[in-house]
């Protein structure tokens, strides 16, 4: 009877040992609690809208909320704006046109921003010029549009955003998703950037994985992201992390994690950030669960943010967020 008696007590000890051992591998709270977050700015400094009314198909640019900004996403005006108030990285999208120039835009159809038709691939990027970027913005249902004849031009290609700030970093969205255009993203602007340029771009997107092995293959240390990349990551991550391994799917990544969820994560938030760090991926958090870009917006909401956090937050509202 005594032997079974220590033997219990044996497996006790051994698995409060283990206990301790996990929390002690993965505890933040030796970390400083001084908040030092960087900030990423979708889109530049953006017009912004009610999040709870967007579908897939949504025209955002018709729902936006009274005008508190001059700026119109996806231009180098708005870029400036954002890094101007203390963004430490913009987002952009990017589209090939039809003479294989990436033109930074982010709808499917150009109708829902601009006077033109069609799609950015219908047209050669000096035709894409002529349009209005700002024509189709209301925040009244139609009954004015105070943008209309202040966008004409304004539509950048990605070369003019990389000769403007040559020293940023930068989130590209490959928002056509294939081959010819990861290829184009390639060869025509990023294997002309230098070393340290390149270290500052991530590219992400929801399209061809094929397109991602490419540029994986091309340039071993850049950063990228795609949903599945990051969900098979991450599931290996919860399953091995505990210990401090990090998976080599994690390796040279960036990570969009919604802040419902990312609690849930070996070492969050700064024992995590830590390791992704070692290995060269980026922690960003999104606001809520991360629907529809749903960003830091507002004073109130960085109040969510964890105390101590280091890694970077979403906003799209840059200029609200750092005052």
Same mark, same amino acid.
């Given at each position: ?105 982010? /709808? ?8 033109? @038709?069609?799609?950015? +691939?219908?047209?050669?990027? *000096?035709? #894409?010029? &002529? ?81 991602? /092995? ?8 850049? @950063?990228?992201?795609? +949903?599945?990349?990051?969900? *098979?990551? #991450?599931? &290996? ?81 840059? /200029?609200?967020?750092?005052?």
């Amino acid at each position: 009877m005594k032997k079974i008696k220590n033997k219990k007590t044996y497996i006790i000890l051994g698995i409060t040992l283990l206990v301790v051992m996990v929390w002690m591998n993965n505890t933040s709270l030796f970390y400083s609690k001084d908040t030092n977050y960087k900030i990423l700015a979708h889109r530049g400094l953006a017009q912004t809208f009610d999040i709870s009314q967007v579908e897939y198909d949504t025209n955002t640019a018709e729902i936006i909320y009274p005008p508190e900004h001059p700026y119109l996403e996806n231009t180098i005006p708005s870029m400036k704006a954002a890094f101007d108030n203390g963004a430490d990285v913009v987002e952009l999208d990017i589209q090939l046109t039809k003479d294989h120039q990436l033109a930074v835009f982010h /709808d499917f159809t150009l109708e829902y921003r601009t006077d033109g @038709k069609g799609e950015v +691939k219908d047209y050669k990027m *000096n035709e #894409l010029k &002529k349009l209005d970027v700002g024509y189709r913005y209301t925040a009244d249902n139609g009954e004015s549009y105070p943008f209309r004849g202040k966008g004409i031009g304004m539509m950048p290609s990605l070369d003019e955003v990389f000769a403007a700030f040559p020293n940023k970093e930068f989130l590209i969205h490959d928002k056509d998703g294939d081959m010819e255009t990861t290829k184009v993203l390639w060869h025509s602007y990023l294997s002309k950037l230098s070393k340290n340029q390149l270290d500052k771009i991530t590219v992400y997107g929801d399209g061809d994985s094929e397109g991602f /092995d490419y540029l994986r293959s091309k340039h071993a240390e850049l @950063k990228l992201l795609t +949903k599945t990349m990051m969900k *098979n990551a #991450l599931l &290996k991550y919860e399953l091995l992390g505990w210990t401090g391994y990090i998976p080599k799917e994690l390796h040279n990544m960036e990570l969009h994690l919604p802040l419902n969820y990312a609690k849930f994560l070996w070492g969050w938030p700064n024992k995590f950030i830590d390791r992704m760090e070692s290995v060269n991926t980026r922690v960003v958090i999104v606001e809520g669960n991360g629907k529809w870009s749903e960003g830091f917006d507002t004073k109130e909401s960085l109040e969510k943010i964890p105390a101590g956090y280091q890694g970077y937050i979403w906003t799209n509202r840059v /200029d609200k967020v750092t005052k």
